[in-house]
Nanobody, 120 residues
Framework: QVHIVESGGGLVQPGGSLRLSCVASGSIFTIANMAWYRQAPGKQRELVARITRDGITKYSDSVSGRFTISRDNAKNTMDLQMNDLKPEDTAVYYC??????????????WGQGTQVTVSS
């Protein structure tokens, strides 16, 4: 069983910064891709940023240049540094990880989410 926990959300003013963290624990053989998604009220969940095990990153157009995704493979953690936050960044942010529990068995795992609110 795999357990994923996000942290670091909160209330911040426009233009401010937050750093989200995600940690995976449990029966982990290895983790392939990791990603941050977000879901605003009344909207579908959307991809924010993704990072491969080798560190290749991809960002949505709406956050490119403001957010930075990173990970530590040894610790099974992933971070999202969010700068120049805007009200439209307000959402619940979710960590997603493609976790291999054995060499050949993988599952997509989600955290419970952390709320980010950008407001003056």
């Amino acid at each position: 069983q795999v357990h994923i926990v996000e942290s670091g959300g909160g209330l911040v003013q426009p233009g401010g910064s937050l750093r989200l963290s995600c940690v995976a624990s449990g029966s982990i053989f290895t983790i392939a891709n990791m990603a941050w998604y977000r879901q605003a009220p009344g909207k579908q969940r959307e991809l924010v940023a993704r990072i491969t095990r080798d560190g290749i990153t991809k960002y949505s157009d709406s956050v490119s240049g403001r957010f930075t995704i990173s990970r530590d493979n040894a610790k099974n953690t992933m971070d999202l540094q969010m700068n120049d936050l805007k009200p439209e960044d307000t959402a619940v942010y979710y960590c997603n990880a493609d976790v291999f529990t054995t060499a050949t068995s993988a599952e997509g795992s989600w955290g419970q989410g952390t709320q980010v609110t950008v407001s003056s």
